[in-house]
């Protein structure tokens, strides 16, 4: 029987707690209590119970033994189902195995572990500081944002937030997280929620609406390939990507249309036009759909751009010649990993 602990922060709706700190037992541990009418906690639990887990799981730290010892960049990813996620979310196990095979240590926990789990991570941090990466999927990826406010508390930043269908009661994103990416459907009763970031955020944000996307849904979001894939390349791109783009970063927010692929970008940037520009002119020059301009830009096709006209542009923080391919050099070391792990098999 795990011992039972006290939240260092509570899940709070604003217009009933006024910043007040409360905690509940639940499950014989100290979790954060949510102070809602007894309705929503029912739709609430029966939501969470049907959500499944996170996007993508992962093995015991333990299990990762020394693999990190010849990375060049320590990180350390943490990684939360929703509630049921054994059961629904088994496409945690193949991104967590990856991760940790391209020398990098992750774990995967229940979300009502939350809190405990982050003071593990900030006591491990201040012995050994790593890069740090948050994931979840539904109550999951609400665990993750409070994880993050309680790393902001201690000064402690969040290199890469991820989060899919993150639950309604969630919070803002805070200031250290450095870049942040949501993936939901907004007609998902399971989830469906755009979160939003503090007032003064500074880091790139990147949000998409796969509403249009009837092949992908709340209980198999995790299990995506596209989407895994882009994730686990953004976690291997970290250690050789600078967490502030050199130019002013956008923030983004798309609705994926039903015919196009779904591309994680990381922000926007703001592009000045030039004597014969038009959409479909930047669109060819920096690789990008057509479709990503005239959402980020509110403007249709065809429309004629005046010269000095800031357009912006989706982009990626890794080099130009990886946008369109989605390899990285931290693939390559992801390969050496596993063909030095196979050779010991």
Not at 280 to 290: D, M, S
Request: glycine letters at 8%; proline letters at 6%; charged letters at 20%.
């Amino acid at each position: 029987m795990h011992e039972a602990h006290t939240a260092p922060y509570c899940l709070r709706n604003s217009a009933t707690l006024s910043g007040q700190e409360c905690s509940t037992r639940l499950w014989g541990m100290r979790f954060p209590e949510v102070m809602i009418k007894p309705i929503q906690v029912g739709v609430f639990l029966i939501a969470a119970i049907l959500s499944g887990g996170l996007l993508w799981g992962a093995l015991d730290s333990a299990a990762a033994g020394d693999a990190g010892a010849d990375a060049p960049t320590k990180l350390r990813a943490y990684l939360f189902r929703g509630f049921a996620g054994m059961i629904f979310s088994r496409g945690t196990d193949d991104l967590a195995d990856r991760i940790e095979h391209a020398g990098f240590k992750a774990t995967v926990n229940e979300a009502v572990m939350c809190p405990q789990i982050a003071k593990d991570a900030i006591a491990d941090y201040r012995r050994d500081p790593a890069l740090i990466v948050l994931i979840g999927h539904s109550m999951g990826g609400t665990c993750a944002i409070s994880f993050a406010e309680m790393l902001e508390a201690e000064h402690i930043p969040v290199s890469l937030l991820v989060t899919t269908e993150p639950n309604r009661i969630s919070h803002k994103v805070p200031r250290n997280v450095e870049r942040y990416i949501n993936i939901f459907q907004a007609n998902s009763p399971l989830g469906g929620f755009n979160t939003e970031t503090v007032p003064d955020f500074r880091g790139h944000v990147a949000t998409f609406d796969l509403a249009n996307h009837s092949e992908v849904s709340h209980m198999n979001m995790e299990k995506d390939g596209a989407i895994q894939e882009q994730v686990m390349n953004k976690i291997l791109e970290l250690a050789e990507t600078p967490a502030m783009a050199e130019s002013q970063s956008v923030p983004i927010h798309y609705v994926v249309p039903a015919d196009a692929a779904i591309e994680l970008w990381d922000s926007g940037r703001p592009v000045t036009a030039r004597s014969g520009d038009s959409l479909e002119t930047l669109a060819a020059a920096y690789h990008v759909p057509l479709w990503s301009l005239t959402q980020a830009n509110h403007l249709p096709d065809g429309t004629p751009l005046a010269v000095g006209t800031h357009i912006v542009v989706p982009r990626h923080l890794g080099p130009l010649a990886v946008q369109t391919s989605f390899k990285t050099s931290g693939q390559k070391r992801a390969t050496r990993a596993a063909s030095r792990a196979s050779k010991t098999e």
